[in-house]
């Protein structure tokens, strides 16, 4: 029994694209929400990351959410693993599917599907010890111009992991990357939202007030005292890097919600550059309520 339907609801973070999923999915019913975010993945990290409540998870069926405990490593390789068994189940009940990024990388993986390279955590491991990020993004300039030209060369975890791939492949990283830079014909609708850009700043300021008083500080904390403590990749998590940096008293309260709300601000920037190059996304202007603006469009597409 296949998907009846596959559509996607993307844009920036606090563009409201959850609420809309959850507004639409909840009116339609038999839709079942993927999460395409790479933090939504971790368990316990839920109020910085946003991730759909207990209720709502109640209400509608969520996939990709919860997959790996905190301290763990989590790849996109795995995360397209974790989603092709949560398609059984949607595909069992006869389920539209209903993507929701996010993590542009990840809407990507679940649109066209990526070849993914493998893992040699070894080399990993050499290049992690190596503290200068300049000299690692000017060993991945020589290996592979192609690759620096998709990330910034401060993205220290993105840098290493394409040295990585191409110590270990003895290939480029960016050979197997096709799919990120193609957009071929596909079934899946993406629908996009979008606002003015400082309409949206104001709303990431207000959601990281928001994401504070609901208690951000004790949801990191919290994390800091397990006994493996957390990876990497979700330190970088926006608000749990700032957040770390105010526990362990490197920064005031003030300086870590300031901080967060720039990189926030900053990563929105990112992910509307992501998105704006595939031509396939319809876009959605908000003007003041996404619920109302964008449901019509993608209640249509589920239809």
């Not at 362990?248 to 990112?270: C, D, K, P, S």
Request: net charge negative; hydrophobic share 45%; proline share 4%.
């Amino acid at each position: 029994m296949s998907v009846s339907k596959r559509v996607v609801i993307l844009g920036p973070t606090a563009s409201g694209k959850s609420d809309v999923a959850m507004s639409v999915a909840s009116e339609l019913g038999n839709v079942h929400i993927v999460a395409a975010d790479a933090i939504q993945v971790y368990r316990r990290m839920n109020i910085g990351s946003a991730k759909p409540t207990a209720a709502d998870q109640e209400q509608v069926p969520h996939h990709g959410i919860d997959l790996c405990e905190p301290h763990e490593r989590y790849t996109v390789a795995r995360f397209m693993d974790d989603v092709a068994a949560a398609r059984e189940k949607i595909a069992a009940a006869d389920a539209c599917e209903l993507i929701v990024g996010g993590t542009g990388l990840y809407v990507t993986a679940l649109v066209d599907g990526l070849t993914m390279p493998g893992e040699w955590p070894e080399i990993r491991a050499e290049l992690e010890a190596n503290e200068d990020t300049a000299a690692l993004f000017a060993q991945l300039l020589a290996l592979d111009v192609q690759a620096t030209q998709k990330m910034e060369p401060n993205n220290r975890r993105r840098i290493i992991r394409a040295l990585e791939v191409c110590l270990g492949s003895g290939e480029k990283f960016s050979s197997f990357g096709d799919g990120v830079g193609q957009f071929p014909a596909t079934a899946t609708r993406q629908i996009g939202i979008k606002w003015n850009r400082d309409t949206l700043r104001a709303r990431i300021a207000e959601r990281v007030h928001r994401m504070v008083a609901a208690g951000l500080t004790h949801e990191v904390q919290a994390l800091l005292a397990e006994p493996e403590g957390i990876s990497a990749t979700a330190r970088q998590g926006l608000g749990y890097k700032e957040f770390i940096e105010h526990i362990e008293g490197r920064w005031t309260l003030e300086e870590a919600v300031n901080a967060t709300i720039l990189r926030t601000q900053q990563f929105a920037i990112r992910q509307e550059r992501w998105y704006r190059r595939d031509p396939r996304i319809e876009w959605v202007e908000v003007q003041t309520d996404p619920i109302a603006e964008v449901t019509p469009l993608l209640r249509e597409a589920l239809a």
